[in-house]
């Protein structure tokens, strides 16, 4: 489904159905599941967690929940930083979860794997609670928790995701190794798409944080090899000049070092 069908308002993409007078919207293959787990109204699925925590932090608890992950942002976009702020005023998205939504599907289209996304629920306009259900990516791990060495295509595999990204003009912007994902077959799938962005001007800079941000986030006990072969594929999938290589390397080690000053906000 391209991206021209999402929507800003209402119902995110075709077909989906409306409940609780417009707050909450589902994926027809999830109507029966959601109502039998209570979350066919705003207070159901921006309750209490009721499974695996995943992730948390003062705005954000991520759950999953018997093959699904429930993410529930209880600040709307006040979570985001101030200039995240300023920018998604202007957006035509209502929430964090809407924007995933939009990005997953805009993805799809490109053939990029994401989690199917099959419940959108806001309480308003920008600063409401409102959450996200997607279908749990079974079998999956992320790459930072997968044993040396790296299985066979796995290096090809998240190379050729991250290079389609940047050649259609993409960056996620918060790119770790924790959100890409890969199933039983091998597959790459990128995940936590709130940040995405289509970047008018600095494009550089921003596919530098991009690689920055797998690299920081790359095991320590993986040495330098698996890196330089992951660059290596990226650069020949974009067709990149030799002469450009080196530059490029040393922005992003540059980019990597400064990341490695920066305390976390969040645990």
Known sequence: MGPLLFQTQGPPLPGWISLDE???FISPRFLEEARR?????LEGVCGPPAGERVRSTPFRVTTREGGVFRKVHHKGWKGAGF?????LRASPFLSPPRTEIY?????GSLGILTPVPLLLAEEGPREGRSALVTRAVED???LDRIQEPPPPGLIDGAARL???LHREGLVHRDLYLNHLLRD????IWLADLQRMMEPRTFFERWRVKDLAALLHSAPTQAGGTPALRFFLSYARRLGLERKAL??????ITKKEKKMRSHKPRWD
């Open 22 to 24: 417009g707050r909450v």
């Open 37 to 41: 787990r209570g979350w066919d109204s």
């Open 83 to 87: 200039r995240d702020r300023l920018r």
């Open 103 to 107: 990005w997953s599907d805009r993805l």
């Open 140 to 142: 999956a791990l992320p």
């Open 162 to 164: 991250v290079a389609e």
């Open 184 to 187: 039983a077959q091998g597959e």
């Open 246 to 251: 080196r530059p490029l390397l040393r922005k």
